[in-house]
């Protein structure tokens, strides 16, 4: 069978699933397609290019496709939305925060950004504010779905290991309430009231920008 690049990344994307980031290697890319290793630099220069290209399916082509946002829609939600359908995204592969976070953004990843870009500076952001808070956004959910990852590897993301911890923190009182508030620091309540408080900022900026723009 001819090697194909789509089918190279796939496997890839499979074998991240099974084994984790730090244990695929070429080797053992080439041993699941059938082929030696060197067969692959067809395709990628290095091990680096084939990361890039795993991301880039991952984050655009799994990923649900972002349309502009529309006359009159609110931002604010059409944004927290694209944010969530990232997170489920990442997760949605074993190391996925992990990869992406250590890749190059390919031509589709660049295409998102800019629609977003154009999207914010449309409704009154300057295009600085609007790249500072994307990518405010973007840090949030990239180390948060990395620290939710993590806890899975540890196995400690379950109920009984989260009371556990909380039970730990009878000397820290208000971390306490807050965790159990929020029922964990990578629980889903936690990762909507951090989105939350960055769109608040992005707000306020937004307000204070226009209101020196007005008459």
Known sequence: ????????????????????????????LAAELGVQAPALYWHFRNKQELLDAMSEAITVGEAPVLRSLGEGESWETWLADWVRGRRRTFNSHRDGARLTAGTHPGQGTLATVELILESLVRVGFTRTDAMTGLGTLASFLGGFVLEEQADRERGVSGPEQFEEAVDELDAYPLLRAVLEDVGGPQSDASFEGGVAL?????????AETTGRAGP
């Open 1 to 28: 069978m001819r090697l194909e690049r789509d089918r190279i990344v796939s496997t890839a994307l499979k074998l991240l699933d099974e084994v984790g980031l730090e244990k695929l290697t070429l080797r053992r």
């Open 198 to 206: 960055i769109i608040a900022g992005m707000r306020a900026r937004l």
